[in-house]
């Protein structure tokens, strides 16, 4: 049995993991995945083509789950994997993924042929994991936190997604102690639930339920032009300020930057619509922060300059809720009413 564990960053958004992908020669049926993290998350495969990479997705994995996600046989030539959690998660969307770009439509199950302008066609581009499919049987990739929960994987994912919920829980480390016990069975009441589940059947109706959540909860941004818009978050996080991004939005469009219950008495909000003379700003954007040109995370407002990062007007708006909102954009937001017509011309 041939086996060799690669450690990769995970490219989070908002957050910091490892994942560990160890292949074993061990199956004849295909490759096979199992999810050891904490989260749910949805897969997208790109196997070898003659014309280039075929991309399908999408195959949900539950916390502690293993599925087969490709069939043996498997040449020599190189195959991938995407991945990213649920995004009922709180913390903002854990991408797994590499280097390699190609076509996703994350707007449902799909199977691309070798697409590769894929913003032409309405497509997403994500960055692929090379994975060691161990020619021509197969193996095993498993995904992997530090916290290296094995086999308590399944009971960290409730636990996770019992926080998503609002069911307090001091840690997430797989271990069936008392108070996970008792928001269980909270959660199981105050949703009518009988009889008691199985985990897999627990899982389901946690991530149910706290999508339902998502529109009072968290921080969303919906789009309402007839172009993209470009969106990162400023906040206040204990001591520090903190912004992050990015989120590109699609005319007509809505997207979680953060989710889960949010108490921020307030948020700042960068958003700049992408238009053919370039992008343009909120109207009502006065206040400062940090920000960078691809994906960053930032703690710290000010020294900008001297720290390597540029700075970017955000506009500030109240959590009157005290759970989250939904943030709707306009083009009167961005100082262009007569956008739509202005276009049509």
Known sequence: MRTHTLIFSLLLVLASAICVLTPTRAWAIGQ??????????????????????RTEGWVRLRPGQCRIVL?????????????????????????WGGQ??????????????????CAALG??????????????????TILAEPSAFGARAELA??????????????TVDGYNGRRTRSAIR?????????????????????????????KTTGLRVCNNTPLPVWTA??????????????????????????????KDKSFYLYAGLEGPKG????????????????????????KCAQRGYNKGTFALYKNESGKGMTLTLTPKDFGKADIVSRLRR
């Not at 495969?45 to 014309?51: A, E, K």
């Not at 994912?157 to 001091?170: C, E, F, S, W």
């Not at 959660?187 to 998502?214: C, S």
């Not at 204990?238 to 809505?254: F, N, Q, V």
């Open 32 to 53: 096979d995945v199992c999810n050891e993290t904490s989260y749910i998350i949805y897969l997208a495969t790109g196997l070898p083509q003659d014309n280039g990479v």
């Open 71 to 95: 069939p043996a046989p498997f040449s020599k030539a190189p195959y991938y994997a995407y991945g990213y959690s649920s995004n009922v998660h709180a913390g903002g969307r854990q991408q």
């Open 100 to 117: 390699t770009a190609l076509c996703v439509d994350e707007t449902g199950n799909f199977s691309l042929d070798g697409k590769s302008d």
């Open 123 to 140: 497509l997403q581009t994500r960055h692929f994991n090379t994975i060691d499919v161990n020619p021509p049987d197969g193996g095993r």
């Open 157 to 170: 994912g409730i636990q996770r997604l019992l926080n998503d919920n609002g069911y307090a829980m001091r």
């Open 186 to 214: 909270k959660f199981l009441n105050a949703h009518k639930i009988t009889p008691k589940p199985d985990n897999a059947g627990l899982i389901d109706a946690l991530e149910v339920a706290a999508r339902g959540a998502l």
């Open 233 to 262: 978050y400023g906040r206040r996080k204990g001591r520090e300020w903190e912004s992050r991004g990015w989120w590109k939005i699609a005319p007509r469009a809505c997207t979680t930057l953060l989710s889960g219950l949010v």
């Open 279 to 302: 992008e343009q700003v909120l109207v009502r954007a006065k206040d400062k922060f940090c920000i960078s040109y691809v994906l960053f995370a930032i703690t710290g407002r000010d």
